[in-house]
């Protein structure tokens, strides 16, 4: 339990560090500094709030990774290429109800704030919504998308392998603990 706890941490928190700062260096390159995609006429609160946005989906690829890490980072080869391409499309697809949630939040700090039974439809709609279209905000926002999935690789495929679960350490005849 503890190695899955430090697993699901490293992989958050490398995940928030590096869109992070793919986002710090994107927003000064790209035009206007338009980053992440948006329908139109929709309320960007991913501008406003865009650390908050990257933490939803660290959070989400944390937990995706750890357990990949801890029961399918043993696979080689063509299946393990391909798990942990499913790795971060099972992440993206958990990050969806909670970010569309956030936005429902922000929709309401913004001062949109209807009685209870319709708050409480109002947030159901954008966690479903964030579900539904979730993916297309994802689909438009080239080239943070393509490099987040880069990013995303590298960290699960060299974080499992290099740093979180490597075998103990079993002295040998020659090679004695020390």
């Known amino acids: ?22 986002y710090l260096l994107l927003v000064r390159v790209m035009p206007d500094g338009a980053v992440f ?3 139109f006429r929709m309320v960007e609160y991913h501008y406003q709030y865009p650390y908050q946005y990257i933490f939803v989906v ?14 399918l980072g043993h696979l080689t080869g ?10 971060m499309f099972v992440a993206l697809a958990l990050s969806s109800v909670p970010g569309g949630l ?3 939040i922000h929709d309401v700090q913004a001062g ?19 579900l539904t279209f979730g993916w297309v905000i994802i689909g438009l926002s080239i080239p943070y998308n393509i490099l987040g999935c ?13 740093l ?13 603990r020390i």
């Open 58 to 71: 660290a959070v989400a690829y944390g937990l995706t990774a750890a357990v990949w890490a801890r029961f």
């Open 112 to 130: 949109f704030v209807p009685r209870l039974p319709v708050l409480r439809h109002n947030l159901m709609w954008a966690a479903t919504t964030g």
């Open 1 to 22: 339990m503890k190695r899955l706890a430090t697993s699901f941490c490293f992989f958050s928190a490398a995940c928030w560090l590096l869109g992070s700062v793919g």
């Open 37 to 39: 995609g948006s329908w």
């Open 150 to 162: 880069v990013a995303a690789y590298a960290v699960t495929h060299y974080g499992q392998k290099i």
């Open 164 to 176: 979180i679960f490597q075998q103990p350490f079993q002295p040998t005849p020659g090679n004695p």
């Open 78 to 87: 063509l299946k393990r290429v391909v798990s942990i391409v499913a790795v």
């Open 102 to 104: 956030l936005w429902g």
